[in-house]
């Protein structure tokens, strides 16, 4: 036995354990307000431990959006309503990022989708009407005129509920 290495042990050790996905997703929602490309960091974090985050998936869009990166931004929403597809704010923040790519076809389905799930969304009533209105200024249809004013109404009634 004179070829084995005598091999003297330490004291007993812990194993480290690797942050979790829910830690990082809280930890996005803590640094938004404060350090938003942070925020954007762990979120993606998040996301990699876990891809069936919806909200990480939601939030991440959020902030890619208000960067400019809208096609990155759409994406993330896509993403959440695929886990989600219940989630009437999910496809409201697809719906705003569309627009703002300037795809307003989509952007009215995607409006209309939110509120089909949330009925109460004021904001997707808002812009549906507002888009809505454009359209029908454009062609002079009086019903499409009619249906923005409906939903114009309908976000001015949730305004003071």
């Known amino acids: 036995m004179g070829d084995l290495v005598s091999l003297k042990l330490g004291g007993r050790r812990s194993l480290l354990r690797a942050t979790s996905a829910l830690v990082w997703y809280e930890r996005g929602v803590a640094l938004e307000a404060t350090d938003p490309e942070a925020a954007v960091a762990a979120y993606r974090r ?37 886990i989600e597809p ?36 004021a904001d997707a009533h808002y812009n549906l009407a507002r888009l809505i209105e454009l359209a029908a200024r454009g062609t002079s249809d009086d019903l499409m005129m009619r249906r923005a004013l409906r939903h114009l109404h309908q976000y001015r009634r949730l305004l003071t509920a």
């Open 86 to 121: 219940l989630v009437g704010l999910y496809a409201f923040n697809l719906g705003v990022a569309l627009e703002d790519s300037g795809c307003t076809g989509e952007a009215v389905a995607m409006y209309e989708q939110a509120l089909a799930l949330e009925p109460a969304l």
């Open 46 to 82: 998040a996301l990699a431990g876990r891809p069936d985050l919806a909200d990480a998936h939601n939030n991440l869009g959020r902030l890619l959006h208000d960067r400019g990166e809208l096609a990155a931004a759409a994406a993330c929403y896509r993403r959440a309503r695929e």
